[in-house]
């Protein structure tokens, strides 16, 4: 896999995480500013873990990960 594949899934995680803590703590009556100080602060955060998860997977089984329509090597 390469980096472009496992950036994409970080910044694609990171946005989602970021979007649901901040909406949710905007939601309990917080200010927008700690709410996106929040945000800012958990989704790295859960964004990383979210990766090293994934990564854990993918050196266990690789094979799992390949696409139909990526070549097998």
Same mark, same amino acid.
């Given at each position: 896999?390469?980096?472009? $594949?496992?950036?994409?899934? $970080?910044?694609?995680?990171? *946005? /989602?995480?970021?979007? %649901?803590? *901040?909406?949710?703590?905007y939601?309990? =009556? !917080? =200010?927008?500013? $700690?709410?996106? #100080?929040?945000? +800012?602060?958990? /989704?790295?955060? #859960? /964004? +990383?873990?979210?990766? *090293?998860?994934?990564?854990?997977? $993918?050196?266990?089984?690789? %094979? ?8 097998k !090597?």
């Amino acid at each position: 896999m390469s980096y472009k $594949f496992w950036l994409v899934r $970080f910044f694609l995680v990171f *946005a /989602a995480a970021f979007i %649901v803590i *901040a909406g949710a703590q905007y939601l309990k =009556s !917080h =200010s927008m500013i $700690f709410a996106l #100080t929040q945000g +800012a602060i958990w /989704a790295p955060i #859960t /964004a +990383a873990i979210y990766l *090293a998860v994934l990564i854990y997977k $993918f050196r266990k089984n690789p %094979v799992c990960f390949i696409k139909d329509d990526e070549p097998k !090597h």
